[in-house]
């Protein structure tokens, strides 16, 4: 069975009317893709809990598990390519109840945010490197997601870096200062 965990609503603050107009429409877009994915999630007969969350301007959706059965990795596939698919599938859901593009970042059993560290931490250490010898950097191709992590750990590190390239095999260049 499915329990889903509904959104916060606090800002930190008293928001502007904009912003709290933005943080609506995230948190019904969270609500959307929840009930897609208890649907899913039913199909498929698999346990996990729902999670929505509203971070840097998009609406998160996670599932996760208490159990130590390895079900929810069906759902992450080879390198995170069901994953990659849920998520366009349900913005997709999204997209078809409000008529908007939706921008919805979701994680499976932890996937993305284990993902993302290990990404920060390549991007650290390509900045460094670019660093150190004055030139750039090349890394693999990755995926817009992973892009943009790598992107925001240059950035960090006080380095640019450009994407370069043609989808599927779009790479990061981190650039010397």
Excluded: N, W
């Amino acid at each position: 069975m499915t329990d889903t965990t509904r959104p916060s609503s606090s800002t930190g603050g008293t928001p502007a009317a904009e912003g709290t107009d933005t943080l609506t429409r995230l948190e019904q877009e969270g609500e959307i893709a929840a009930d897609y994915l208890e649907g899913l999630l039913d199909i498929a007969d698999l346990d996990g809990d729902i999670d929505m969350d509203v971070e840097a301007d998009r609406a998160a959706v996670s599932i996760i598990s208490d159990s130590t059965s390895r079900d929810l990795q069906k759902l992450v596939g080879r390198d995170g390519e069901v994953l990659e698919a849920l998520q366009e599938l349900t913005r997709l859901a999204v997209h078809r109840e409000t008529g908007d593009r939706s921008r919805l970042m979701l994680d499976i059993a932890g996937y993305r945010a284990q993902k993302r560290e290990e990404l920060a931490e390549l991007g650290a250490k390509a900045a460094e490197e670019a660093k150190g010898t004055g030139e750039p950097v090349k890394l693999k191709a990755m995926t817009p997601f992973e892009r943009k992590v790598v992107h925001d750990a240059v950035a960090a590190a006080g380095l640019r870096s450009e994407s370069e390239g043609e989808e599927p095999q779009r790479c990061v260049v981190v650039l010397p200062a």
